[in-house]
């Protein structure tokens, strides 16, 4: 029985010897090196090239078999793309370079040394670049990129921007990049052999000695696309590593690929899964790709598991395509929970109060609930749940997070596997109804006592978290300016919020002058500033007005304020640790009520 993987020490030209090509997969991602990667590379090899190294190592390079026996030659780049493509667009620097001495030494009548010069640019040419075709006569690159790619990497190794560059404002980002990689090397290739005694024989020498013979690599050979992609995700590879979503990708196409999917399908769905990484972001798609997961899977898969889930989970070309396709519609629906303005609520019941919690869960920076809306919205779809039984739950979710998460700082990872669960439950149709689900998220449900002993003690940076201080503080004088009528939600304000014209004051400046440091020592500044209790509303232009006054002076401006909550501190007759602590337990008390859930 043959073994999973076969792995071999090779020199550079070993690789490129004979008749072997190199292709990389052509929904594999572009080029992305820069020259942050090129100098490294560079400096490496000058360190053989002075004799400071005998070798140098360039790592792993994995590589999967040709499928077919028309293919035998034929080697799938799995890891490796980067480093090889580099390399050969630094021996074409260097063929270039001995083009340039030929051409300089026929024109001084030394054709003796200019024939040499052409000579040795055929003989590497042909070992990196490939054989010259002999009915089209261009050259069939060893190495092939991906679909994106290619085109304009054969016609760079045709020579067809040799005499002239391309007009790089209209090429992809990918396209720059190899064109200034192919400039870079030729810059510094001019740079270290121009002026060396016998410069040809000297960069002969270099791509011979140094790179063809000096580059060593560990060769992984895999025969099957699954243990090429399980293999590579415990590779460090040099360089750039490959994207948690690029991996994932190139390891779902390959399946398609592998059965035979027609290629037109497989461009459709390589067309909507780049739309979906264009759409939200490469790190906010892992996080809809995680959350997709957790909505139909138990126990929750970490970030770090999440390739070998796929792996496992996806293994024919029907399980990916629906896979792509639900994903597709999750990765909408996760953008509109990120921008609770997206048109996607347009249609929605109670649309207001929809998106003023949706903007309070982006607000508190939190997201283990999305497994749970994922499978919701699924429920909704089927006729299993109401639209409005969402919103409601929203409402609980809110009020959880701003409990567990916001105040209490408790353990978020507790708070994703009990929504996991939740939702793996509701996807299963156990449960169907906003207080069966209620009273599966009820441990995540912070007590009034341990929330008020939180909410007492707790500090939030203006600089940081400016809009959420100034939400629980509008949350507060909005139930102080009517206790018995207060609504939770109050999609308004999220209106007062953008309000410019309402600040948020510190009774002890940011900035401590003079006056201040009988009351708070230097010592102890910090620790008081940004405490809720020192914090109030006031208008822009009282808290101008206030600035680092003395506390007696700033009394007189809260005074003429029409908030409550600047009021009461002008009814306090001094401002001191003691005093900011007193007031923040009164506003501890005044929590309970705002953020609560009725059994």
């Known amino acids: 029985m043959r073994t999973q993987f076969e792995t071999t020490t090779v020199r550079l030209a070993d690789l490129f010897a004979n008749t072997k090509r190199y292709q990389v997969p052509r929904y594999q991602r572009t080029y992305a090196w820069t020259e942050e990667q090129w100098e490294v590379l560079w400096e490496d090899l000058l360190f053989v090239h002075r004799g400071s190294e005998t070798f140098h190592y360039m790592g792993p390079l994995l590589f999967q078999e040709g499928k077919d026996a028309q293919q035998l030659d034929t080697f799938w780049i799995i890891d490796g793309q980067q480093r090889l493509t580099t390399l050969v667009l630094l021996a074409l620097a260097a063929i270039h370079q001995f083009h340039v001495w030929a051409e300089q030494h026929h024109n001084r009548g030394d054709e003796e040394e200019a024939d040499r010069n052409q000579e040795r640019a055929r003989i590497f040419r042909r070992r990196f670049i490939g054989e010259k075709e002999p009915t089209a006569l261009y050259y069939r690159s060893r190495l092939e990129l991906n679909r994106t790619d290619n085109p304009f990497f054969q016609d760079l190794l045709n020579d067809r921007y040799v005499r002239r560059s391309p007009v790089l404002a209209r090429l992809p980002e990918s396209h720059r990049r190899l064109w200034a990689c192919y400039c870079f090397f030729r810059r510094r290739i001019a740079e ?80 909507r899964w780049d739309q979906m990484i264009e759409s939200l972001g490469a790190r906010e798609f892992i996080h809809c790709l995680r959350a997709y997961v957790n909505s139909h899977t138990s126990p929750v898969v970490r970030g770090e598991r999440l390739f070998r889930h796929v792996k496992t989970h996806i293994t024919d070309r029907d399980v990916a395509q629906t896979f792509i396709e639900d994903l597709d519609t999750k990765a909408a629906l996760y953008m509109a929970l990120r921008h609770p303005a997206d048109e996607f609520w347009n249609t929605w019941p109670d649309v207001h109060r929809l998106r003023f919690f949706l903007s309070l869960l982006r607000l508190f920076s ?234």
């Open 192 to 271: 270290q052999f121009q002026e060396v005694p016998s410069s040809s024989q000297a960069l002969a020498e270099f791509l011979e000695r140094d790179i063809s013979q000096g580059l060593l690599f560990t060769r992984i050979l895999v025969a099957d696309d699954a243990n090429a992609y399980l293999l590579f995700e415990t590779l460090n590879a040099r360089g750039i590593e490959l994207a948690p979503n690029d991996l994932i990708k190139n390891y779902i196409f390959a399946v398609l690929a592998r059965e035979s999917v027609p290629e037109q399908d497989i461009d459709h769905l390589i067309a």
């Open 366 to 599: 939190v997201r283990q609930h999305v497994p749970l809306v994922f499978a919701l919205y699924d429920a909704i779809h089927s006729g299993r749940c109401d639209q409005r039984e969402l919103i409601a739950l929203l409402r609980d979710i809110v009020i959880i997070a701003f409990r567990y998460n916001v105040v209490g700082k408790r353990n978020p990872n507790i708070m994703e596997k009990v929504y996991n669960g939740v939702a793996t439950e509701v996807r299963q149709g156990r449960l169907r109804r906003r207080s069966q689900i209620w009273n599966r998220l009820r441990e995540l449900y912070l007590p009034d006592n341990e929330f008020e002993q939180s909410f007492a003690n707790i500090a939030l940076s203006t600089s940081r978290l400016k809009r959420l201080v100034k939400y629980v503080l509008l949350s507060l004088e909005a139930y102080r300016q009517a206790p018995q009528q207060f609504r939770f939600d109050r999609p308004d304000l999220l209106a007062m919020l953008d309000d410019s014209r309402i600040t948020v004051e510190h009774v002890l400046p940011q900035a401590v002058t003079e006056a201040w440091a009988a009351a708070f020592p230097a010592h102890e500044q910090g620790a008081w500033v940004y405490r809720l209790g020192n914090l109030t509303l006031l208008e822009d232009t009282l808290n101008r007005e206030a600035g680092s006054r003395p506390f007696k002076e700033k009394r007189e401006i809260y005074r003429r304020s029409r908030f409550l909550l600047a009021q009461d501190v002008a009814r306090r007759e001094e401002w001191t640790a003691e005093t900011v602590l007193r007031r923040q337990q009164e506003l501890a008390r005044d929590a309970v009520r705002v953020w609560r859930l009725d059994p």
